[in-house]
């Protein structure tokens, strides 16, 4: 095989500061190849992802030195140095840097919540695309869903295998099979599309399925192992470990992608995820079609999305018919 038989790679993905060094020069060679008649290959890459940076608050003492943040610790809302009453400015978030002492160290992450936590906030907090507040209390809810997933595996008990289940079941269990089914689908399609953060959302749609259902059997089997392959990509190791519990000896990356079915994705009603800043903060369900104007007068009366604005009025609603909603608070 040719040696540029690999080319052009499918996609590149880096951040804005990469422009200028090696995404240009490995443009650059390529091309220069090519104009001299060497290749056949003018570009590189098939296609360019630009994703956003990683921002924390930043810290200056008395003096205006930088203050790493774990050298602080917060009371009532404002910052001291760690184990004294010496009050530390809080700043702007910013870009993670080393010149702003704003960064956190991945080890101390690592350590605190495991590398799933930090990938599953990675992707869920805001679009690939946006700049991203790295937050102890978003890092501590993404630990929060990990565990909930655990449980929701490792309490089911012994499930029939999912190809017993039944030609005719009741309402409850269909509808958990059509959430499942939706979600494989809208999952599959959001992550072709690196819309990652929607697709966490949807994982997320999914786990309150299975929570709420009164479904058991091979109906919920088919379900937890929905959700487990579905949030693998994001959280591999927690992946691996809830597919052993569910009784499998293979693992979950030897294991084919869930495929939906098209009868049970098909549906009059389509759930919305609700946003607040980029976060999701509830979910809806309603009529496909229903007019923008009914969908943000729904959204903004659930009560998450009234507490987390607090008695103040949106900034603008976002509506992307039959799928989200976006408020700028």
């Known amino acids: 095989a040719s040696a540029y038989s690999w080319l052009p790679v499918d996609q590149y993905i880096g951040g804005i500061e990469h422009a200028i060094l090696h995404l ?8 220069g190849l090519h104009n001299v008649g060497y290749t056949t290959i003018d570009e590189p890459f098939a296609g360019l992802f630009t994703q956003g940076m990683v921002c924390h608050e930043t810290y200056k003492d008395a003096k205006d030195a930088w ?3 774990g050298e602080i610790e917060k009371r009532d809302g404002k910052a001291y140095l760690k184990g004294t009453d010496t009050a530390v400015k809080i700043g702007p978030s910013e870009k993670m840097s080393k010149s702003k002492k704003n ?12 590398a799933d936590t930090i990938r599953w906030f990675m992707t869920s907090d805001t679009p690939p695309d946006s700049d991203i507040e790295w937050t102890e209390e978003g890092a501590e809810g993404c630990w929060r869903f990990v565990n909930r997933i655990h449980r929701l595996v490792t309490e089911a008990g012994d499930l029939p295998p999912v190809g017993t289940v039944p030609a005719a079941i009741d309402s409850d269990a269909l509808e958990l099979r059509r959430a499942t089914h939706r979600a494989i689908a809208a999952v599959t399609e959001d992550l072709e599309a690196l ?11 999914l786990a309150n399925a299975i929570g709420s259902a009164k479904v058991g059997g091979a109906t919920k089997r088919e379900a ?21 519990a569910l009784g499998h000896d293979t693992l979950v990356v030897e294991t084919a992608w869930p495929k939906a079915d098209e009868a049970l994705v098909v ?14 903060r509830a979910t809806r369900q309603v009529q496909k079609g229903t007019d923008k104007a009914e969908v943000e007068r729904i959204a903004l009366e659930l009560e998450p999305i009234v507490r987390a604005l607090d008695g103040k009025p949106p900034r603008k609603v976002i509506v ?5 909603v976006n408020i700028v608070a």
Request: with cysteine; hydrophobic share 45%; glycine share 4%.
């Open 24 to 31: 240009l020069y490995s443009r650059f060679f390529p091309r």
């Open 67 to 69: 203050v790493e943040p």
């Open 103 to 114: 960064v956190i160290a991945p080890e101390t992450i690592i350590e605190d919540f495991g």
């Open 195 to 205: 819309r990652f953060n929607r697709a966490v959302a949807q994982i997320y749609s």
């Open 224 to 244: 937890l192992e929905a959700i487990v392959l579905l949030s693998g990509p994001m959280m591999p190791h927690l992946a691996e470990t809830c597919w052993q």
């Open 267 to 280: 549906s009059d009603v389509v759930t919305y995820a609700i946003q607040v800043n980029g976060k999701l």
């Open 320 to 324: 992307v018919p039959d799928r989200i």
